[in-house]
C-alpha cells in the first residue's frame, strides 16, 4: 500500500503559479511512476503529467505543455507538480496518483493509489 497526500492547492489569479506537491508513505515511493490527473466541475478526469520512477521520461498534455513542470524527490518520497502561467482553464481537483512500472500510464485507470485531492482556482 502506498499514501498520497497532496498540498499546495489554492486560489490564484490568472498569469500567476502554484506548486503542488504530493508526499508518499508505505511502500517504497522510488518504485512508482507518479501522475498527476485533474477534474473540474462536470468533466471527467483529465490526465496532466507523469514520470517515471527514474526521473527520466516525462509526459504532458498538450494543453499544459512549457507552463507546467513534474518532477519527483525519491529522497523525500515527495512528487511536485510545478504550475505557471495559469488560466482559468486549469481550474481543478488535482490528483497525484501512482502506478508500477514499467510503462508511464496516462490513463487513470492504469493508477494503483490515489491522493485526496487538493483545489486549485484560478481567477480571470
Known amino acids: 500500500q502506498v499514501q498520497l497526500v497532496e498540498s499546495g492547492g489554492g486560489l490564484v489569479q490568472a498569469g500567476g503559479s502554484l506548486r503542488l506537491s504530493c508526499a508518499a508513505s508505505?511502500?517504497?515511493?522510488?518504485?512508482?511512476?507518479m501522475g498527476w490527473f485533474r477534474q473540474a466541475p462536470g468533466k471527467d478526469r483529465e490526465f496532466v503529467a507523469a514520470i517515471r520512477w527514474s526521473g527520466d521520461k516525462i509526459y504532458y498534455v498538450d494543453s499544459v505543455k512549457g507552463r507546467f513542470t513534474i518532477s519527483r524527490d525519491n529522497a523525500k518520497n515527495t512528487a511536485y507538480l510545478q504550475m505557471n502561467s495559469l488560466k482559468p482553464e486549469d481550474t481543478a481537483v488535482y490528483y497525484c496518483?501512482?502506478?508500477?512500472?514499467?510503462?508511464?500510464?496516462?490513463?487513470?485507470?492504469?493508477?494503483?493509489?490515489w491522493g485526496q485531492g487538493t483545489q486549485v482556482t484560478v481567477s480571470s
Open positions: 496518483a501512482a502506478s508500477s512500472p514499467p510503462k508511464i500510464a496516462t490513463m487513470s485507470e492504469e493508477y494503483d493509489y
Open positions: 508505505g511502500r517504497t515511493f522510488s518504485v512508482y511512476n
